[in-house]
């Protein structure tokens, strides 16, 4: 385990896991890489080498909140008020001095506060201006999120901050663009800003707000009953103002003849990053993490090496936590490294053995992807394929302790087995359970140590 120098903080570690032994001909590697972030974030510290902060101050950061203001938002009317009350609950938690504004978001998106094409600084007079803002929503009109996050984008890029972060709520489907004018959207939006999104009801399209916090690097989830979103907007903006570091890449270098397979962030949830690498220099490709505080996150790691004979070894990627150059420059910062190998065995017992915390995440990434294949199936009516997906997901969830996903599909199936996936599909759900379920298919526990 390398250490990022104790000077600075937070501290960064990474540790990587693996049985590094391969059969003769065995030309795949397989690596959990954790990677782990201390003393920073919610704990505040000192500034990165370099980094033009004040020792002993938290980084700086800007906040966008985006509210559904479509005409579904007053089916009930409850749903507005809701709305407006958690985007109060989360800019009264904001840190002092943190940027902040308010776009209410239908098929055109409209700042709302503080409504100059600026982001005011959050303190006492501020956040009532936005409270007294916020009791002047009202629905009515459209959904045009890629409206919402281009306006966003060009709010936050305007901020001299550290980390730009966005909360989108949404309680619709995006009817008043094309999915291509959403996915550009995203795409211009992407490596700018983080972004959290969250579907209230049961009215939207759970692939939609999903494809938002994935390819932003935020989270998503329901808030079936509007009554818990403010609580659910005071959580997110907590962790929002405790990152510390953003723009954290891994970079993995791998040597002539290797090259990468797949990159997944696999814990606290399943994300993946293969295809968002990007170039940087011979044989190395960076994978963007976002923004960090203090908190641990793991990621699989596959390797395709060449063939090699019986005893030889060899590094199959060298993996590295990568910050920007503080000064603008082109010299990044390294936080911390780990070496993934290769050796080659005519050890059978040796070359066998799978590493637990390798077999453990490829158990949760399938987990994540039966889920979504068999309530997929379940929609289209094929209910032998939906009984065998969702029953090979309460085996995988239940071998591996993952008790939230297991409560979650037991309110989809019935279990009459949990070791074999032996179950029956209910015969009636209700649409926030599926959503649940659908929402959080991607979350992983842990493997046990």
Request: hydrophobic share 40%; glycine share 10%.
């Amino acid at each position: 385990m390398a250490n990022f120098s104790k000077s600075t903080v937070p501290q960064f570690s990474v540790e990587v896991y693996q049985n590094a032994y391969l059969p003769e001909g065995g030309r795949e590697v397989n690596a959990i890489v954790t990677v782990t972030s201390t003393g920073g974030g919610t704990t505040g510290g000192a500034p990165l080498s370099g980094a033009p902060r004040g020792a002993g101050r938290a980084a700086s950061a800007a906040v966008v909140l985006m509210v559904d203001c479509s005409g579904s938002m007053d089916y009930p009317p409850t749903k507005m008020r809701n709305a407006r009350d958690a985007t109060a609950a989360a800019i009264d938690t904001l840190r002092d001095g943190t940027p902040f504004a308010v776009v209410a978001g239908t098929h055109v998106a409209k700042e709302v506060y503080p409504g100059n094409g600026t982001l005011a600084v959050a303190d006492a007079r501020t956040r009532a201006e936005a409270r007294k803002a916020l009791r002047a929503l009202s629905a009515g009109g459209g959904t045009a999120i890629g409206t919402w996050l281009r306006l966003a984008d060009r709010l936050l890029g305007a901020a001299d901050v550290d980390i730009r972060h966005g909360v989108l709520l949404t309680d619709g489907r995006n009817e008043h663009e094309a999915p291509e004018d959403l996915r550009a959207a995203l795409d211009s939006c992407a490596g700018r800003f983080t972004c959290d999104a969250r579907g209230v009801g049961t009215d939207w399209e759970v692939k939609e707000v999903t494809g938002i916090a994935s390819a932003l690097l935020g989270t998503a989830d329901i808030v079936a009953d509007p009554a818990g979103l403010a609580a659910d907007f005071t959580r997110m903006m907590e962790n929002a103002m405790g990152k510390e570091v953003a723009d954290v890449a891994l970079r993995l270098w791998t040597p002539v003849g290797a090259e990468i397979v797949f990159v997944k962030q696999v814990a606290p949830s399943v994300v993946d990053l293969t295809g968002r690498r990007t170039g940087a220099g011979p044989r190395a490709g960076d994978y963007p993490t976002g923004s960090w505080g203090d908190e641990s996150r793991d990621y699989h790691v596959c390797v395709r090496v060449p063939q090699a004979g019986i005893g030889q070894e060899m590094l199959a990627s060298r993996v590295s936590l990568i910050l920007p150059d503080p000064s603008g420059g082109s010299t990044p910062q390294t936080l911390s490294q780990g070496l993934v190998r290769a050796v080659w065995t005519d050890d059978m017992a040796a070359s066998t053995s799978i590493n637990p915390q390798v077999a453990h995440y490829t158990g949760q990434a399938e987990l994540a992807q039966v889920i979504q294949q068999g309530l997929d199936a379940r929609k289209s009516g094929n209910l032998d394929g939906a009984t065998a997906k969702l029953g090979r997901a309460v085996q995988l969830a239940s071998a591996s302790g993952n008790e939230d996903t297991a409560k979650l599909l037991s309110k989809v199936v019935d279990v009459v087995d949990a070791a074999t996936g032996t179950v029956r599909l209910k015969a009636k759900v209700a649409d926030a359970d599926e959503m649940t379920l659908e929402t959080r298919s991607t979350k992983t526990v842990r493997v046990k140590k």
